[in-house]
């Protein structure tokens, strides 16, 4: 196992969740870490992702301004803030990480098992 999210659950529209993504026997100091959020049926879709030291991020234009992706080093974990949740942002939320900063689920290499929102109206 080499990523483990964590922080999902259920919550009502405007409300907040913060999702966290651990390396487990991976270090992930120096990779850019993603979020992507896939519903049932539909294509894997690029959330947010940060560079190695967090001084660069990018945010999908449909989250920008409500969802804040951070990361912890000493902690080997990133983070997502989610607030002002919608239900269309109801999904299985996944971290990756990898090489390069993309908004394409093929370049990263390495995947946790994905953690549910519903975000309940």
């Known amino acids: 196992v080499q990523l483990v999210e964590s922080g999902g659950g259920l919550v009502q529209v405007g409300g907040s969740l913060r999702l966290s993504c651990a390396g487990s026997g991976r270090i992930l100091s120096q990779d850019v870490v993603a979020w992507f959020r896939q519903v049932s049926g539909k294509e894997r879709e690029f959330v947010s992702a940060i560079s190695g030291n967090g001084g660069t991020t990018h945010y999908a234009d449909s989250v920008k301004g409500r969802f804040t992706i951070s990361r912890d080093n000493a902690k080997n974990t990133v983070y997502l803030q989610m607030n002002s949740l919608k239900a269309e942002d109801t999904a299985v939320y996944f971290c990756?990480?990898?090489?390069?900063?993309?908004?394409?689920?093929?370049?990263?290499?390495?995947w946790g098992q994905g953690t549910q929102v519903t975000v309940s109206s």
């Open positions: 990756a990480s990898g090489g390069i900063m993309t908004t394409r689920a093929v370049p990263y290499d390495y």
